[in-house]
């Protein structure tokens, strides 16, 4: 947060116009001119547009979402909204859903898959579009609704809630699956304090744009015209199509995303880059260090999660370096607590045994901080922590350095 951003904030607030209008009109086109996607909505917040998708393409009682065994709860708690049954996939060693496990867990309920591009790095694209248009795959596909009828196939619907600006062969994420969805909350790359947005690409005969002002109804329970058209001279009478929802973005938010975006690329990025080759390069020569996928010919990373994993340790031991850490004053975390440790997904009668690789990430995992603030010399400290904190639970007794 800067000047120019509380300048634009400021801006907006006296422009005679807060909620929705035509700053957030604005923020979409540039987003859809940087993700190459068909077109783009903007909402309150990812978990809205996710759960804004699965009404839309008709999710139900019956029905089944594959969604990764490892990430944020919010892939999850949508299709439990839906009232649809999770089914949960197992990660593979880039900490992504495994296309092997979504392959297994498809039935002729699966009705959509949420990937997600866990820490910024996009998932395997082409495999998974490749698997849901296999012919035998579509043969056991179940079309209940008429947007299930025209796609004929299950929906790929990726949360791109970490890796707004990644890039897959050549092609940047929001113009990957079907439809993506991007996070803008405080703690994402791009940041409207809370916001997501959704990004629509839906193959031929599906026309985007159509879907995009269904969705914007939906997006502001039902009503076909917006605060905006209404205050329009002689344009005040209007009509409510469905029960929608209301999780519209406002430009004040907006505001925001407009001036993080123009910097994006050239300044933001670029910075949450530095921090990850700086932390590599500190890192990489340590035998007990495992780096996270973050650049490789076909993928570059949005670099929003640094997730090292330690060799050969145990969750006991990892928790111990972490206490280690936070002794040195270096604040980190972990990314992410699987989602069938968690109680509710517990209780549900999901298994961790299930899913071995997403526990075996997770046991070993310590996320180091990342954002556009920290200094070379931050990155400094926090290395030295981390390598302290090792070192001193390798001297543990019984510990086999
Ligand atoms: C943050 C996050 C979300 C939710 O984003 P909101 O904008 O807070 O709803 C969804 N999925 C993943 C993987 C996330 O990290």
């Known amino acids: 947060m800067d ?4 300048d634009a904030v400021v801006e907006a607030l006296y422009s005679g116009w807060i909620t929705t209008g035509p700053r957030t009109k604005r923020f979409e086109k540039m987003l859809t001119a940087q993700g190459g996607q068909q077109t783009t909505l903007c909402v309150n917040s990812a978990t809205a547009g996710l ?14 979402v594959i969604v990764p065994a490892y990430t944020y709860n919010a892939t999850a708690n949508v299709v439990v909204h839906c009232g649809a049954k999770v089914v949960f996939a197992d990660a593979g060693a ?8 979504i392959e297994r867990a498809i039935t002729s309920r699966t009705k959509v898959i949420i990937p997600v591009d866990i820490g910024g790095y996009p998932c395997n694209y082409d495999e998974i579009n490749e698997l849901v248009g296999q012919q035998e795959v579509r043969t056991l596909f179940q079309a209940d609704t008429p947007a299930q009828k025209q796609l004929g196939r299950i929906l790929v619907l990726s949360d791109a809630a970490h890796s707004l600006g990644a890039w897959y062969k050549g092609k940047r994420v929001g113009s990957l699956t079907d439809i993506t969805v991007y996070s803008f909350h405080a703690v994402k790359n791009l940041t409207t304090a809370e916001g997501g947005a959704i990004c629509f690409n839906l193959p031929a005969p599906f026309d985007n744009q159509k879907i995009y002002e269904r969705l914007n109804i939906k997006s502001l329970h039902g009503q076909t015209k917006d605060a905006l058209a209404k205050s329009q001279v002689g344009n005040w009478r209007y009509d409510i199509v469905e029960a929608g929802y209301k999780c519209n973005m406002t430009d004040i938010q907006a505001a ?17 880059k530095a921090i990850f080759h700086r932390y590599s390069n500190a890192l990489k020569n340590y035998k007990w260090v495992q780096l996270p996928p973050f650049e490789t010919p076909e993928k570059t990373s949005s670099y929003h999660v640094f997730a090292l994993r330690i060799k050969g340790i145990t969750e006991e031991q990892r928790d111990q370096i972490i206490a ?5 004053e270096v604040a980190v975390n972990v990314h992410f607590v699987p989602l069938p440790m968690m109680t509710y997904y517990k209780d549900a009668g999901y298994r961790m045994p299930d899913y071995p690789v997403s526990y075996d990430n997770y046991s070993r995992e310590i996320t180091l901080p990342v954002y556009y603030d920290l200094t070379d010399e931050m990155v400094d400290t926090v290395v030295q922590a981390v390598v302290e904190a090792m070192e001193e639970e390798m001297r543990q007794p019984g510990r086999n350095p």
């Open 256 to 272: 925001m995303g407009i001036v993080e975006l123009e910097r994006y690329d050239t300044d933001m990025l670029p910075r949450r």
């Open 324 to 328: 280690g850490i936070f002794t040195r």
């Open 94 to 101: 880039d900490f992504n859903i495994s296309v092997e496990a």
């Open 3 to 6: 000047k120019k951003i509380v």
């Open 51 to 64: 759960e804004l998708v699965l009404h839309w393409y008709g999710v139900g009682p019956g029905d089944e």
